[in-house]
């Protein structure tokens, strides 16, 4: 059985200083929740999260942050929540989730109904240097169903500011003996990058099975029409301890141990669509805890995780979350995908 997940559709981007930007915040998740199919029970709950989400910002993280959104779709119906800031955060993230535990003198029950009210919950905070919430919330049809994704994984997507098509994508291809990964960067930026962006994503959607060089070459017919892109696949077989990566352009791909040391991908030069002169498969030794990070070049180079104590072993969503915090350029769209084998999780 193969299951397809993609991005085609960016996240919306909501910032949060102010109380009067809550309500915003509260009536769009709102309302996505409802455009998901969502019960009416699910859609107050949402709302109810948006709203502790928003109000978290405004209250502790000193000039706000923002949330991210987006709708989940590819064998589930339900919503994404993730919360930024750069605020004073938390030394003691699992104890501010007890009810009751309070900074600002407060009842103390937002983190905590947070995790009680979402289908998946997880926070990263760190003292200086602020927080990241994930909260996920499924249409309710689907809460009992079991986990049948074999990875968990994370990715944030958003257009250059001022913009919005956003020209990158990402689609992810789910088997039973492992998976197959697309990141894509349409040259430039606006409508015409877009166009780029969701041919790649149809193409490789149309034929899920090919390896990665085989995938890449595809793509390159298929954007002929368009002004081109970066491409990179990469393909993860379960029990073959081993992945395979090909790249055209500027996506980034790195695999980060267990330890957090990291391993970076090659890809090619040239644009696919348009002109490259050689495109080969690159394999890299793969263990179960391993993480695999693909971006685009809207997400600064140079990252690490030594700065950040833990962050290997957090939930993907929440490691693309702070990556794109404190690594996003602004100056073009971005993309940036995080998954793991090992631990089986929904989405």
């Not at 996505?32 to 999260?49: H, N, P």
């Not at 009842?107 to 995790?115: E, I, K, N, V």
């Not at 968990?152 to 500011?161: C, I, N, R, W």
């Not at 990402?170 to 894509?184: E, K, P, Q």
Request: glycine share 14%; with cysteine; net charge neutral.
């Amino acid at each position: 059985m193969r299951t397809l997940m993609h991005g085609l559709k960016a996240h919306e981007r909501y910032p949060v200083a102010e109380a009067s930007q809550v309500g915003s915040l509260r009536r769009a998740v709102a309302g996505l929740a409802r455009g998901q199919g969502m019960s009416q029970e699910q859609t107050a709950k949402a709302a109810i999260m948006a709203t502790e989400m928003g109000t978290n910002l405004v209250k502790h993280a000193r000039g706000g942050g923002e949330v991210l959104v987006r709708a989940i779709a590819g064998g589930f119906g339900g919503l994404e929540l993730l919360s930024l800031d750069k605020g004073p955060g938390m030394e003691n993230p699992a104890h501010m989730l007890q009810d009751g535990v309070s900074t600002m003198g407060s009842a103390g029950t937002g983190l905590g109904a947070l995790r009680r009210l979402s289908n998946e919950f997880a926070i990263y905070s760190r003292v200086g240097s602020g927080t990241v919430v994930l909260v996920r919330s499924w249409a309710s049809h689907h809460e009992e169903q079991p986990n049948v994704i074999p990875c968990e994984m994370g990715m944030v997507m958003l257009p250059k500011p001022g913009e919005e098509a956003c020209g990158d994508g990402w689609c992810i291809s789910l088997a039973d003996n492992g998976l197959t990964v697309l990141v894509i960067d349409g040259l430039g930026h606006g409508p015409q990058a877009a166009a780029a962006s969701q041919e790649a994503v149809r193409a490789f959607s149309e034929q899920p099975d090919l390896l990665p060089a085989e995938a890449v070459h595809n793509l390159h017919g298929r954007l002929r029409h368009t002004r081109g892109a970066a491409a990179a696949v990469a393909d993860i077989r379960t029990g073959r301890d081993m992945l395979v990566f090909a790249g055209i352009g500027n996506i980034a791909g790195r695999i980060v141990r267990a330890d957090g040391a990291l391993t970076s991908l090659v890809s090619m030069s040239g644009i696919v669509g348009h002109q490259f002169r050689k495109l080969l498969d690159f394999s890299y030794a793969w263990g179960d805890d391993d993480l695999l990070v693909m971006n685009t070049d809207g997400l600064r180079t140079g990252w690490d995780f030594s700065a950040y104590p833990g962050l290997e072993h957090q939930h993907p969503a929440i490691i693309a979350g702070v990556l794109y915090r404190d690594f996003v350029r602004g100056s073009d769209d971005v993309a940036v995908v995080v998954l793991r084998m090992a631990r089986g999780g929904r989405r």
